[in-house]
């Protein structure tokens, strides 16, 4: 019995390749020329290994977003409510204006404006930024529940504050900001939320 051809590719390294084509040009405008240049390999490997084009991007969007998570929780995981504001911020800021990826937030360029054939990937993605926010709202809700909020302060408010921050960087960070820039908005965020 056959087990067939090995693969020819390290299957991470081009899901990685294919994030970064996804990342530049948005759902929509990664073509399956761009993404089959980008990715090393041709269009019946493409779709024999994810299967579609839509599929391809919810395994990127999949990897992507476990490891935006990861982030968050490392940094929503600091003593104080305010303490982890500012490392979910300081550490969204740095990653939006890192060099080893495009600028920005794949979460925010891989598919906000996608014609109405393509809603499911808006989707995918607005359920991603849904997650994040949820982990906030939870973090501040404990310190709420710890007495570490004001009182009256609105948990679901404020995670909704801290995302709409950390999105519009993306935006800003997308179009060249820089990091410097960035912890100055943070800054003012700070003062803003004034819980400590």
């Known amino acids: 019995m056959s087990t067939g051809r090995p693969r020819a590719f390290d299957e991470e390294a081009v899901l990685d390749r294919a994030a970064e084509t996804f990342w530049r040009y948005g759902y929509e405008g990664a073509s399956l020329s761009a993404l089959t240049a980008a990715m090393g390999i041709n269009r019946p490997s493409l779709y024999a290994t994810f299967g579609s084009k839509e599929q391809l991007f919810r395994r990127v969007f999949a990897r992507y977003h476990a490891k935006q998570v990861g982030s968050a929780r490392a940094a929503l995981d600091q003593p104080s409510a305010y303490a982890a504001i500012e490392a979910f911020l300081r550490a969204s800021a740095d990653g939006l204006t890192a060099t080893d990826h495009p600028l ?93």
């Open 104 to 196: 920005g937030c794949l979460s925010i360029q891989g598919g906000l404006a996608c014609s109405p054939e393509n809603a499911a990937i808006s989707e995918v993605l607005a359920a991603g930024r849904a997650e994040t926010e949820a982990a906030i709202e939870a973090r501040m809700s404990q310190a709420a529940a710890e007495g570490d909020l004001p009182a009256g302060m609105d948990a679901r408010a404020l995670a909704r504050f801290v995302m709409a921050l950390s999105e519009g960087h993306a935006v800003h960070a997308a179009a060249g900001a820089g990091r410097a820039e960035l912890h100055a908005s943070v800054d003012v965020a700070l003062k803003v939320v004034a819980i400590r």
